[in-house]
């Protein structure tokens, strides 16, 4: 434990003196406090900030034997001494406040008087060492080192606060639970604290104690003027009535500042920069940063939305889109993060991130309209991980955005929202996560949502759809039936579908966009409904006894189902205690993705377990109903047509790379085809016996015909140039080429260890030179892709 607080205690230290400095600013403007309180309080929390910049500052230049870090490591060493000891008083300040307003006496303790002149001899010692060397002295290389007498610095703070912990428990009784606990852990904290800094060198474990019990001091007042102000409206006294809506308001905005110097967010973006700081820190990775910078820019996203608390409630918080008046006043949140964060001057990375993240490539942002790398990187970085977020998270007008969607997004606002090198990046962690796991958590259950459905009138509830592979997908379930309901018209359903949310939907513009496909219904009663597939057999057997037990027991049946799509085929077994249901459907092609969504009529499903672990199957595990389709009919050409259902699920023969070689070729978007990077692909790669994937398999580049490269090897080094010339008319005539079909040529030259790759298409010319780190002999080109038929390739060296 104490070395992971001694590795991160420079960014914890940050933290918590940000955070004392807001709720200095706070009680600066709360009038419901009283004015000694009031001076108590923000002495307490600006001292406490100070005093913690300076144990930064003091680590920071340790060891800097500079003539700035000779004098920083002296100041900042004094400041964290003085001040450790100017806290004590601080809060004895606002102990004498407690005693004058909650006593029965209304009088100062004498020992709480003492307390002054306590702190003035502890300050006039910790002078007169600094030319004693009694507390610390700094050796030959600017090291901090504790001195002879370094024990006699505790004794003041020490004694102090247990003055003022003997004062409290006279005034126990008179005051709030809240206070009590708040008052105790000053007192008591640092003590515990200071008896283990005595022995602990290199952790600051005093003063962040001391830091955190102010941070909680605070918190715990404005608990208690709630609480009093809630008395106040209960007795209807107009005065307190005013005192309970302004620490009302108050607590609300202390509230949120804590939360929002760390995660801002509203009830509609929960965890938003939580999850946008993770991004980014990412997206720095990827971009080679040190450790240092993926911290800071991690933090700077953390910070990103602190300009919110500025932002009307009833702004941020709306049902619908927000008008035009609207979005311009939240628009001033990037500008009030800036004006909130830049008092931290010394990480003005802070205040970069909350200013510029609304800044797009193209110069179209806001405030500044920066553009290109006029904008801060910081702020690029942010931008892109903000807007994947946004995507990605629900909305009171919307669900989460398909990733693919999104990914697309990215891909059409590389160059011109976001930083194309940046935006490369995120669509690259789009591509790893396969299971769409970068995005905002919800309380997902067993069934993609929930495991447990009331269902009515059929298809009143539905589940969210569970994608079958070629793993198999095991799911054991309860079912109830309605009162008064026979159980033969209470049973579960099945609706086999596709769609880029993985939702049902019905029909509509919505289900459109969302590329919505309805393949069968099945109940669990063998029962189906052909919707949209080519084919459904279905075959009935006995239940055999040595399968996993299903039995129908009284009101409720029990149900086991494997379910599982291997190409353009999806076999469901149900098993309910009597019989074994096979259900073999036929898509209409292999490139379809297949979901299953529960449903039923006059039952109550429940304790749903879902297992989709273990092994893949094999090809011939369901036996075929229906021929497989095929869009390469066409004549071939020197070597097999492709037809690639999915990403790079089936590639061309490779072809040796020779230089001054030309490649053409024919190709067509299938049906299911939707996106902008459904087009060709072509892999530069070696391997043993020329195949792609095949025996000592390494990728060199991957260039998609739509301008995307993602080197996939160590050691290699591509250069992709991608101009979208007067030819490129926009990403929807591009997607209309594709599904109609085009005739491409690739020019392909290898001089040593360069190879240089050219083609234009549609208005997108690419120019990608690859640069080996090695002498590779044989380096092979294959065609490959994503929902395209690829025909009549010709190799012309």
């Known amino acids: 434990m104490f070395d992971y607080i001694r590795l991160h205690q420079l960014n914890i230290m940050l933290v918590l003196s940000s955070i004392c400095i807001l709720l200095a600013f706070f009680a600066c403007i709360t009038k ?63 102990l004498e406040d407690l005693f004058t307003t909650k006593s029965t006496s209304k009088t ?24 004693t060397g009694w507390y610390y002295y700094f050796d030959e290389t600017n090291h901090y080192v504790r001195g002879p007498l370094f024990i006699i610095c505790y004794i003041v703070p020490l004694v102090t606060l247990a003055i003022q912990l003997s004062s409290i428990f006279d005034l126990y009784y008179h005051l709030s639970r809240v206070v009590r606990i708040s008052l105790l852990f000053f007192t008591t904290i640092p003590i515990v ?44 006294i107009e005065y307190l009535k005013k005192s309970q809506h302004s620490a009302q308001k108050l607590f609300e905005q202390t509230a949120k500042a804590l939360v929002n110097a760390i995660d801002a967010k509203d009830k509609y973006t929960h965890g938003h920069s939580s999850r946008v700081g993770e991004y980014s820190r990412k997206i720095a990775q990827l971009l080679g940063k040190s450790e240092k910078e993926c911290q800071e820019i991690y933090y700077a996203a953390l910070l990103h939305d602190v300009g919110k608390i500025g932002i009307s409630n009833e702004i941020i918080n709306k049902e619908g889109k927000l008008s035009d008046a609207e979005y311009e006043a939240i628009k001033k949140h990037t500008v009030m993060g800036n004006q909130i964060l830049s008092s931290i001057s010394e990480y003005p990375y802070l205040s970069i991130g909350a200013n510029h993240h609304h800044e797009r490539y193209d110069g ?55 930083d194309p090198e940046i935006a490369k990046i995120m669509l690259h962690l789009i591509d790893l996560d396969s299971e769409y796991s970068m995005k905002e958590k919800q309380d997902v259950k067993e069934l993609a949502g929930t495991d447990e459905l009331e269902c009515n009138k059929y298809r009143d509830a539905v589940s969210e759809g569970i994608l079958l592979y070629r793993v198999p997908m095991r799911l054991h379930l309860k079912s109830t039936f309605h009162e008064g309901a ?74 086991d189902v494997e379910a599982v799509k291997v190409k353009d085929h999806v076999l469901i077994k149900i098993l309910d205690g009597k019989h074994t249901i096979y259900v073999t459907i036929a898509l209409p092609d292999n490139s379809r993705y297949a979901y299953l969504s529960l449903t039923g009529e006059n039952c109550f499903i429940h304790d749903v377990i879902i297992n989709k672990t273990g092994s893949a199957v094999t090809e011939d595990y369901i036996p075929r109903i229906a021929p497989e389709v095929s869009y390469i009919t066409e004549p071939a050409g020197d070597i097999p047509n492709v037809q690639v259902d999915g990403y790079r699920t089936a590639a061309a023969e490779g072809i040796l790379i020779s230089d001054g070689m030309e490649l053409s070729f024919h190709s ?122 690829l025909t009549n390739i010709r190799i012309k060296r």
């Open 32 to 94: 419901s406090i009283s004015i000694k309180k009031r001076i108590g309080l923000l002495l307490t929390e600006s001292s406490a900030a100070i005093m913690l910049l300076a144990d930064r500052l003091a680590y920071i230049y340790r060891g800097n034997t500079s003539e700035l870090g000779w004098y920083m490591v002296r100041i900042s060493n004094f400041l964290v001494f003085f001040f450790t000891l100017f806290v004590i008083y601080a809060f004895n300040i606002y």
């Open 108 to 131: 100062i303790p004498k020992r709480l008087r003492i307390i002054g002149i306590l702190i003035a001899v502890g300050i006039l010692m910790l002078i007169i060492s600094q030319f």
């Open 193 to 236: 604290a200071s008896i283990g800094q005595i022995f602990t060198y290199g952790i600051s474990l005093t003063n962040i104690s001391i830091v955190g019990a102010a941070v909680l001091l605070y918190i715990f007042a404005l608990v208690d003027i709630n609480n009093t102000a809630e008395r106040a409206n209960q007795l209807e």
């Open 364 to 418: 179209k942002g806001y405030p500044e309209k920066l553009k290109g790398e006029d904008i801060p990187e910081i702020a690029r970085i942010v931008a892109v991980a903000d807007a994947y977020d946004a995507m990605t998270s629900k909305r009171s007008y919307r669900d989460p955005i398909p990733q693919q969607k999104v990914r697309e997004e990215f891909v059409k606002g590389s160059g011109a929202q976001f």
């Open 486 to 559: 026979k159980p033969e018209a209470s049973i579960p359903s099945f609706i086999i579908f596709d769609s880029l949310d993985g939702r049902i939907h019905d029909e509509g513009q919505l289900a459109k966009e969302l590329n919505y496909y309805e393949y069968a219904q099945v109940r669990f009663d063998g029962t189906v409904q052909n919707v949209g597939a080519r084919d459904i057999q279905v075959k009935t057997l006995p239940f055999d006894i040595t399968a996993s037990g299903i039995a129908k027991k009284h009101d409720y049946a029990e149900y």
């Open 668 to 789: 067509k978007s299938l049906p299911t085809a939707r996106l902008v990077w459904h087009c060709p692909f072509l892999a530069v790669y070696s391997s043993k016996d020329g195949k792609l994937n095949g025996p000592d398999f390494m990728e060199y580049a991957l260039i998609r015909f739509d301008g995307e490269n993602w080197e996939a090897a160590d050691g290699v080094e591509n250069k992709l140039v991608v101009v979208k010339n007067d030819g490129f008319t926009g990403w929807d005539v591009w997607k209309v080429m594709n599904r109609i079909g085009f005739d491409s040529k690739v020019f392909i030259q290898r001089k040593a260890n360069v190879i240089t790759v050219t083609t234009e298409n549609g208005g997108i010319s690419i120019k990608n030179t690859t640069t080996l780190d090695q002498d590779i002999k044989d380096v092979y080109v294959a065609l490959t892709g994503d929902q395209c038929a």
